[in-house]
Structures are given as C-alpha cells and as structure tokens.
C-alpha cells in the first residue's frame, strides 16, 4: 500500500449557500483524515462554498495530490462540473509540476455497504432484520441514471450479502419506486428508512418525512422536532425509524480513503517520494516576521513563546474573551454572525466578536486561517511570486452548463453592474484581480473592487475567480433579457 505521507488529499463538496449542513461531513471526514496524520496536507473544496475547485490548489504544496468528490453518484457533477472546475484531463493530469490523481466518488464504493448496514443497526437496534425491511432512499432524477445505480448496487450487495433482513428496496424522491409508497414497496413489520444522500437537509429533514408521512406537510425543519431521535414511528400498523443521511456516517471517512487506495490499485500509482517546497506557511512565517498581522477581520499575535492567538480585529487587546484551542473552532467561529446567521461568504466582513483562539504552531496557525478565509493565504504568496492566474469573467460564464448555460449572455454594461452591485451588498472584503475578457479591464462600479484594499499591515484578500453569489446574479440578468426579448 502506497504511503502518501508527502501526498495532499482534496476532498471535493457540494456545499450550498443556504444549508450550513451540507459541507458540514465534509469537514468532519476532512478532519478525521487529518488527525490520522496519512496525509501531508488535507483539504477541502466546494461547488457552492469557498474555497471554490480553482482556489483550492493554492492551498496544497504538495506536488502529489489526490482528488475525492464526496459525493453520492457518478453522475453529472463527477463526469462533467468537476473535471472541468477542476481542470483535469483524465484520471491523472500532469500540470504546473504536480501530479493530480481523480479518484471516483464515494457514494460508489463497494464499502458503503458497511455503512449502512451500520447506519441501520444505530438506528434500529435490538430489532430483529429478519422483521425488518430496509429502504435506502435517493432523489432520483430523469437527467441522469447514474444517481440511481449507486443505491441499485447497494441494494443488489445487500440482498446477496449475509444481513438477513427480510427485504432491501430502493425508493426515490421524484422516480418509481417512490418513497411515498412505501408500505405498499414493503411487507415487514419495521421499516428502516436511510436517505442515501451526503449531508442532511431539506431532503432528509423535511422532503422525505413528508413523502413517509411523518409530516402532513412541509413546516418547521424536522430538525428542530428531532426527528431522527424519536424512532420508532407508528405509521400505518408499522413501525419507521429514520436515520440520517449516510454522508453524516463518520466511517464515511473511512469509505474516502478506499477510494484512494482503489484508484492506486486500479493505475498502478507508484509512490514516489517527491518533498514539497512548504511554500505557503514560510511566506507566513516571513509576512508575519515583517510585522504583517491581519488576514480581513482576524488579527495575529505572535506570542513570546512562539505560539500564535488570533481574534477579531476589533477585539484587539480586549482581555474578556471566550478563549479556544482548538483549530477546528477557527471553523464554528468563522461559520455564522453575530445573529446566528450563516456566514457562506468568508469574506463579507461579519465575523462575530468576543472570542480568541489560542495555537500552538505554525501549521496550526495556517490551517485555522484557511478556516477563517479558504485559500487566502495561498493566493496573497502566489501572487506574490507572480504566479496567481485569474479567470476573466466571460470565461468563467462561458464554461457553465446545466441550468446555468445561458449565463454569458449578459451585455458588459450587465456585467460591470452586477459585478460592483454584488460585491457591494455583500462589502466583500477581497480585491478582484479578473477582467472581464483578458483584453478588457473592469469599469464602471466593478472597477473600484479591483484596486487594492487591504491594511498596510494586512495580507491581501484576493478574488481569483467572480464567486457564486456572481454567477447566480448573472444567471437573473440573462433570465430578465430572455423574458424581455420574449415579449416582444
Ligand atoms: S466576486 Fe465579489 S463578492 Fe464574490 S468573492 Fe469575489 S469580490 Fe467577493
């Protein structure tokens, strides 16, 4: 078995810009993986939350590095979004001196059968599986097939496997068989229902409740009720227990790791010892050492004894605050305001006040402050060492599909306003380095976010690439043109 000691992992989300719990697993697995110490660098990237799939390769040195989707299927974004975000031309591609290895997603390993057989056993224990039917749920979609198959695969290695329920069935949210129907899909007098999805949400605290009929309707997050805490539920002569989505599974962990084991195996990777250069924290230390000491809202110290606190800026010498010493909290600190409210822009500048967070080293440090602003500290050296490449925005809307096709339809005029528009109501806190087209610059209100912006203390907050909050004002702009020229 290789050892990928030199080796960065990135694990790839979906993320959402509403649903703080949808890269929430993400981090978990991202974590777990790192404590184990089996990788030199672990990181994390998302479709919807920052870092997005260009920046995160600002955030690894290491010149191996292999690529997860944590996601369910093989399905349209593992085939199509992700290779192109990502820019990769195969299973392995060699670019700017590294070796990038796609491994297949998660949601498709043979071992996921461990996980829900697990999940079931959790959820319902003690109750007989000879009694019990066990319906593994999907969303189920007429786009692609491939969303069903992985859960097809689980039923199909359950049933010939030795678990002794009385029944194994697929349903789904929005294709036959549906969840709706479960008691006519199912004889047994339990029913173990497990979403096959990877973090909880909408779906699983809300949709598929409904379509059991644990809920009359949509309301309140079933959450808040605690609806994976009061199993068994009596519906219909029988009886539900519902657990969470698998991806919440901490052994999911586990599943992220066989498939850079199986994508070794499968290619033939050899390990290779090659030393990364550990580019990114020695430009810490160095701007640290030259008296740089904010990063946006987060202010450093170096301490006497060579360990670092950081706190809000505002907060700087305020002697009552919550301390912490865990990396990890730079995570829970960074993700909601002051109110409570999610924070999915890192960079619109309501971080909340009153703690600090006390670090013991340097990597400490750096990986804390890619917690509080993902990537930024990659993107300020690379710029540095002029090195950074930006992404003119008719690229990026010209590379979109899917729903969001139509995008790069905008005039420029549309494009320079809703640039300054967004990224004012949001106060984002980074400097834009993209041009609209490489031949034409920014104007208009998009031109004064390109101009520099931080404290002369501060280490730059830099936009690479126009973020989602961009896109889906572009996406409004383009729908508004085509319904104007429709009606006329
Ligand atoms: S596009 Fe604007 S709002 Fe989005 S990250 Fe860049 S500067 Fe911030």
Redesign the pocket.
Known sequence: MNSHKQAALIIVGHGSTTNPDSSAPTHLHADSIRRRGLFREVACCFWKE?PNMREVYEMVDSKVIYIVPNFISEGYFCQQVLPRELQLSGPTTQRAGKTIHYCDPVGIHPNMTRLLIQRADEVAPHVPREQTSLVIVGHGTSLNENSTKAIQDQVALIRSGPYGFAEVIDAYMEEAPFVAEWAKLTTAPNVVVVPFFIADGLHSFQDIPVLLGMREEVGAALSEVGVFHHNPHQLQGRSIYYSGAIGTEPLMADVILDQVHDFDAKHAVQDKIEMPNDEVKSSLAYWLNSGLDELGEVVITTNDDGSYSLCHVADRGADNLQIHRETNDALLIARNDASGTFRP?H??PTLKRGWRLDLASLEDLRLALDFFYPAAIGMARALEQEKLTSVPLRDLLGRQTGMYRFVNTITDDQAHAL?GK??AN?N?????LWPLTPAQPMAGAAEA?TRPNHATNGIPLL?I??????VSAARKAARENHEAKSAE
């Open positions: 920052e822009l960079t619109a640039i967004t990224c949001t984002c806190l980074r400097r834009i976010k936009c690439e126009a973020c989602t909050h961009v």
